[in-house]
């Protein structure tokens, strides 16, 4: 095994980021690398090799089958950048806009399988398989810096020189080390729905929407709204509702709190709108709950 420590920069950081670069571990041959950019209305696609895609813009909706023929995620307009992996035998149905801008590497004899988490698919080290995540969101400035690593990549590709290779090949095995490195970031373990509920949780002054949080998720609104109904018996933003109600009564009934602090807690823009949804909600305003429940 050969061990490569190294530094890279990103945007206006200071302080580089020592990347460790690994080879000998896993197997594999760099085919091609591409970038795509032309439109497309609909198209069908079954891969046939191991692929790792960058995402960038574009994409119209995109949905992943695995090889037996089962969805196994759906994407829309508001899918955010981020790096997927792509095992032979799925089947991709896909719409891009002249947005379009993402990148495919295509290798051969990388091992790739199925995994028992939700997310994840395992990579096989030359001695055990290694849970990976099957896609990790990227921020603006990881896109940058990735935008700019695949395009050196399929510069030096170009090349024949046996170092040049050696270059592509750890390059490739950054890629692979940075979304092996998300896996913890990622909550692999929860579901789609799992993870929309616990940034619904999370949001406790209930200032993103439903929209904003599904895009965190990376997945569309639709889809992740009716996976959220089918694991919980509720939509998302009923289940946001009633979790706001329980909060609104809490703090009516524990806090010394006036409501108008109330309402701008709970992320009501205005005061008589919290008074008319908690009045629908309980039968009684939130006044009157205030003087019927504090300190009794």
Request: net charge positive.
């Amino acid at each position: 095994m050969i061990i490569i420590l190294s530094e890279v920069q990103l945007g206006n950081s200071l302080k580089p980021i020592k990347v460790i670069h690994f080879i000998g571990m896993i197997n594999f041959s760099l085919i091609s690398i591409r970038q795509f950019t032309d439109p497309v209305k609909s198209f069908t696609q079954v891969v046939f090799r191991p692929w790792i895609i960058l995402y960038a813009d574009g994409c119209i909706y995109e949905r992943v089958f695995d090889n037996k023929g089962k969805l196994l995620f759906e994407l829309h307009n508001d899918l955010n950048p981020a790096l997927f992996l792509f095992l032979p035998g799925m089947k991709l149905e896909f719409s891009y806009s002249a947005k379009r801008n993402n990148w495919a590497i295509i290798l051969s004899d990388l091992q790739l399988r199925y995994s028992g988490q939700p997310d994840m698919f395992e990579i096989y080290d030359g001695q055990f398989w290694i849970p990976i995540p099957r896609m990790v969101p990227l921020s603006n400035e990881m896109l940058n810096y990735w935008e700019l690593e695949f395009s050196r990549i399929k510069d030096v590709h170009q090349s024949s020189l046996p170092a040049d290779q050696f270059y592509c090949k750890l390059a490739v095995c950054d890629i692979i080390k940075y979304i092996i490195s998300r896996r913890d970031d990622l909550s692999s373990s929860l579901s789609p729905a799992e993870k929309l509920k616990k940034l619904l949780d999370a949001d406790s002054k209930f200032e993103k929407s439903i929209e904003q949080l599904c895009k965190e998720c990376s997945y569309s609104s639709d889809y992740l709204r009716e996976l959220f109904k089918k694991q919980y018996g509720l939509a998302p933003q009923n289940y946001r509702f009633q979790k706001r109600m329980h909060e609104a009564m809490r703090l009516i009934t524990d806090s010394s709190l006036l409501v108008k602090e109330i309402s701008d807690i709970l992320g009501f823009d205005y005061n008589s709108h919290f008074t008319k949804v908690f009045r629908k909600e309980y039968n009684i305003s939130p006044r009157d709950a205030i003087r019927k429940f504090r300190n009794v």
